[in-house]
């Protein structure tokens, strides 16, 4: 059991009880085991990383590289997939960039082990990036560092409007929140 709880709680978000209940549940009622399995093999077989934007493709198609009917002239640039999926559902039409984590310097994430080396391989003059990071000191940081290193490589550089709280993270934002703050981005200062 504590070999299973330990395999459980390797997944992102979940604790020692939460895997505790999963493992007890389906031990008591058997027949979750197959639905959650076929769920699994659906997941192994349909699902994978864009090699572009880091986001989700479902049968090999992006939600944002695939379709061309999104304006390819802006890029939003956010942390992780769960804020992409934010952004997915709010009213921004452009393309979108996950860089899978922020600079953290105190856990010893620089620039190298995020994927903003493949941001700069999809802009140019152009592109407008839109930064979408959360409002954390590590956010602050990396929104910072790509802004300064994308100065005069590409047309545009914006935030997101800061109708976010600080120390806001994108997961726990609200629908209408996230709409006012795109709609009301602006231009960083040269």
């Known amino acids: 059991m504590d070999k299973i709880i330990e395999e459980l709680k390797s997944i992102d978000g979940i604790g ?5 209940k999963i493992l007890f549940d389906l031990i008591i009622n058997k027949n979750k085991i197959s639905s959650l399995e076929t769920v699994i093999n659906e997941i192994k077989k349909s699902y994978s990383e864009c090699n572009t934007c880091f986001y989700f493709k479902e049968n090999n198609v992006c939600t944002f590289c695939n379709n061309k009917n999104r304006n390819q002239n802006i890029i939003c640039v ?8 934010k952004i997915a559902k709010s009213n921004y039409n452009g393309l979108i960039h996950v860089l899978n984590g922020e ?24 592109i407008e990036l839109l930064l979408a990071l959360n409002l954390t000191f590590e956010g602050e940081v990396t929104s910072n560092y790509i802004a300064n290193k994308a100065k005069g490589i590409c047309e545009k550089i914006s935030r997101i409007a800061r109708g976010i709280p600080l120390g806001g993270v994108l997961d726990y ?15 960083l200062d040269d």
Do not use: M, Y
């Open 16 to 20: 020692k009880k939460v895997a505790e």
């Open 173 to 187: 934002i609200d629908q209408e929140t996230l709409n006012d703050a795109i709609l009301n981005r602006k231009k």
């Open 103 to 126: 600079i953290n310097l105190n856990k010893n994430i620089g620039p190298e082990k995020i994927k903003i080396s493949e941001l700069f391989v999809r802009i140019s003059k152009g």
């Open 78 to 85: 956010v942390s992780t997939k769960l804020d992409a999926i």
